[in-house]
């Protein structure tokens, strides 16, 4: 240890040591790459200060010869980092177009009211709605005339020329900025 610390100086050996903590802590997480508020974003976050100590003290002479102003800058410069990270991906991130898959009305042997609600228009005005059905679980070959909806609220479509006696899934399409989809329903015929 004395023999690393003469060759690269204490300042560099103890960002490189806070480095290697922040990166078992990220090897360690049981979550994986990103997931949650465990023990891999403490270690991404360690790893980034000890990084940015090493960066400073190679810019800033005077840092390097103090190990508590190293941390300190290391900690305001990764902090600065990730807010501004934070800031660019939330302004360039939109928020979807949400949509919910009511249950149908006014099944008789032939026909059916599919009826959906548009909860929020998210970033895009128009959003275009439509239902996707057929007659197998998760496999929509049809889809109904997609229409803008210029607001929230509830919207239906009448079904017509079902066969009697069978069993119809489907679901709640949006296009906005993204496209969204409702969850999966189903009714059957008389």
């Not at 204490?10 to 465990?38: C, E, Q, S």
């Amino acid at each position: 240890m004395n023999r690393l610390m003469r060759k690269f100086g204490k300042y560099n050996v103890a960002a490189f040591i806070v480095m290697g903590v922040g990166v078992i802590l990220f090897l360690l997480a049981p979550t994986g790459w990103g997931v949650g508020y465990d023990s891999d974003v403490v270690g991404l976050f360690i790893f980034v200060i000890g990084l940015l100590m090493w960066i400073v003290g190679l810019i800033v002479r005077r840092v390097r010869s103090n190990f508590l102003k190293g941390i300190i800058v290391g900690i305001i410069a990764a902090t600065a980092i990730c807010c501004l990270i934070g800031v660019v991906v939330y302004n360039t991130c939109e928020t979807p177009a949400s949509v919910v898959t009511n249950d149908a009305t006014g099944i008789t042997d032939t026909q059916a009211t599919l009826n959906g609600d548009l909860t929020d228009l998210g970033e895009a005005e128009p959003v275009y709605v439509s239902f996707q059905w057929g007659a197998s679980s998760e496999s929509y070959p049809n889809e109904t005339e997609p229409r803008a909806a210029g607001k929230t609220g509830t919207f239906d479509y009448l079904l017509t020329g079902l066969t009697s006696n069978t069993t119809y899934y489907y679901r709640v399409k949006a296009v906005g900025d993204h496209t969204v989809y409702g969850d999966e329903r189903s009714f059957t015929t008389p």
